[in-house]
């Protein structure tokens, strides 16, 4: 008798548990996250994407071309005269989003008389934008060079997870009982396994941790710590780089989801600020959506799902909007 009790008491959570996922995967009320590593080759301490492959990031397929740049499927081909090379990372990339739907792919469809190549990488920096440059002089007749910052961009070899370890009692201070979990082996392994996998758990994650302050919390605490004089290094080597090709270069400025939860009494963010008076000495032409994303509504809309930073389809589509506004096709 008890042992019926358990199976169907079993049946009953199993049932549960697979109507949630279908629910929440349904209604989108939470998303996946992770990526297969066969995208990504590594060597020497710097990884890139992996000519012609293909896999799932964020849950939706990517496919990656022999120039290293992601494309709509395998038999897409370039055949513009006109070249606009797109840098940045993970954001750029267009995680969780279809390729034809980010501002990428949004921008070729629209303006196809331009080969617009997204050479961003997830994951990657300065550092690996800065070692990327050789790579990219395989491209001609470039008549644009658009450089995508995400605030995490500034941290090179100080990953997020290196400077999460060295700042305990300040983000303990910050984020509370919350840190503390997070920190534990035991619920990050759990993070790794499952974020992939789980509507549920994403669901569950977002609601009670929300990653986005989290990852904000580290970020700020670097900027008020640290000068990032190694940006305007690298964008001198950029505005080089588009010089010699005669191309225009230009840079945007994306905010933390964070961020635009209170834009009225988040004047200075201190973050932007920092990074225009490196953008300065180097006099490249930028312009900075912080403002842009908050006069919407609900900016979290424009967010991946309980995300501190990747765009929804939303916001792919509303960044397409602010950058015709800045560059002229």
Known sequence: MIKKIIFFNLIIIIFFILAGEVILRTFKLSQLMGSDSNILTFKDGIHSLTPNSSGLVFSKKVYIDENQTRVPSFKFKYDKDKNIIIIGDSVTFGNGVKEENTFVGLLRKKYDSYNFYNTAVPGHDLLHHEENLDSLSKFSKVEKVIYVFTLNDVLRDKTIVHWNN????????????????????????????????????????????????????????????????????????????????DAELYMIILPYEFQTRDCKNNIEHLPQQKVKKEISKVKVNFVDFYEEFCKFKNPKKLFYKYDPMHLSKSGHKNVLKMIEREIPF
């Open 166 to 245: 060295r700042n305990q009692e300040k983000l303990l201070e910050e984020l509370g009982f919350v840190q503390k979990i997070i920190r534990n082996k035991f619920f990050r392994d759990i993070n790794f396994y499952l974020r992939n996998k789980s509507y549920i758990f994403m669901f569950l994650k977002g609601i009670l941790t929300d990653p986005s302050k989290r990852w904000y919390a580290n970020i700020d605490i670097f900027y008020k710590e640290n000068e990032i004089d190694h940006l305007a290094v690298f964008l001198k080597k950029l505005k080089k780089f588009s010089k010699e090709r």
